[in-house]
């Protein structure tokens, strides 16, 4: 090789290095928006984080606490934040009252097969099967996932009418135990333990899962700006992949994972907040509909059911369309979600 190849290979050389390193320092920024404050579960944003998972993508990742699944797909499909974290449903009601809007979000992701809510009461009120609750108070913020799919569960058990009453979510539980409302409906992994730091035992709570009862709702999904969708598709796949990793951490130590919810919130109490991890993995992520269909996967038949259900019941503007809601391309090769340990 001559002298002028010999600096054309060396000029060669050094740019594609100052590439990879201008590249290197200048990870894709995502800005991530969770359904709600810094709990248990919301290790599974957290520890890639914290661990440089994200980092390791190519991404820059901040994650901020939520005050909803309604806020968190509002503040994406605003382009205030690139992803976020949301009840299906709420994705589902947005896309069909907004049916004109070119910036509605879609769903990557299924991190919560099943749907989380439930209907809990006190012995005490003698409910113990969904047919009890004809006839009675029940309690619960107007927005609540659980309130809202109601009448999918009532339909599906037969349950006669209630009578409703809203409060502030830091009331819900407290209402119950004094004996405000009969029942209340939330995510069991929430309402369960706070009922317990009011007072209630356990043993003397009645809970009835909506999967446990005729409901195959999904849960939570990850869900992504159409801006993100069209621009950069590569930083999703990035995303899901460097989450998937974490999530496996999280479910095989869950008492580990907590740790860096504490870092983000140091107010947080460990052994509840592991509590709450756990019954979330055992309820909504590691579940057997969870298992027979795969981490972060969904099943067309049943995403379609969902959708006619939501399209029903909440009385959207349009028909839910299905295909128009989730997009599973970005997803890990199915090897790589294979995350989920046998019960």
Not at 16 to 26: E, I, N, R, V
Request: aromatic letters at 8%; hydrophobic letters at 45%.
């Amino acid at each position: 090789m001559n002298k002028r190849s010999l600096l054309q290979a060396a000029l060669a050389l050094a740019c594609s290095g100052a590439f990879s390193l201008a590249h290197a320092q200048t990870p894709t920024p995502i800005k991530f928006q969770l359904d709600w404050r810094f709990e248990g579960p919301s290790a599974f944003f957290l520890l890639p984080t914290a661990k440089g998972y994200f980092k390791d993508a190519g991404l820059n990742v901040t994650v901020d606490a939520g005050n909803g699944s309604g806020g968190a797909v509002q503040r994406v499909a605003s382009g205030a934040y690139d992803m976020g974290f949301a009840d299906l449903a709420a994705v589902m009601e947005f896309h069909a009252n907004n049916p004109d809007a070119q910036n509605k979000p879609v769903a990557v992701m299924m991190v919560y097969n099943n749907t989380p809510a439930s209907v809990m009461a006190l012995k005490k009120s003698g409910i113990a099967k969904p047919a009890d609750l004809a006839g009675k108070k029940m309690g619960a913020p107007v927005f609540d996932a659980g309130r809202r799919a109601f009448p999918i569960f009532a339909k599906a058990n037969g349950v006669g009418n209630v009578q409703w009453i809203a409060m502030d979510p830091p009331l819900r539980e407290t209402m119950l135990v004094r004996g405000d409302v009969d029942a209340i409906t939330g995510f069991t992994f929430t309402s369960l333990l706070n009922l317990e730091a009011r007072g209630a035992k356990a043993s003397d709570v009645v809970v009835l899962p909506y999967p446990d009862y005729g409901v195959k709702l999904y849960g939570n999904v990850i869900i992504a700006s159409p801006k993100l969708v069209k621009e950069n598709p590569e930083a999703i796949k990035a995303f899901l992949k460097a989450f998937t990793k974490g999530a496996k951490e999280v479910i095989a130590n869950p008492g580990a994972a907590i740790a860096h919810v504490k870092e983000r919130d140091g107010i947080v109490n460990t052994q509840l907040e592991t509590r709450r991890l756990q019954l979330a993995i055992d309820t909504v992520i590691n579940s057997p509909d969870a298992r027979a269909e795969g981490f972060g996967q969904t099943k067309p038949q049943r995403l379609a059911l969902m959708a006619s259900q939501v399209s029903d019941t909440f009385a959207t503007k349009s028909r839910v369309n299905a295909d128009a809601v989730w997009n599973g391309s970005f997803l890990p090769p199915a090897a790589d979600l294979n995350i989920l340990p046998r019960k």
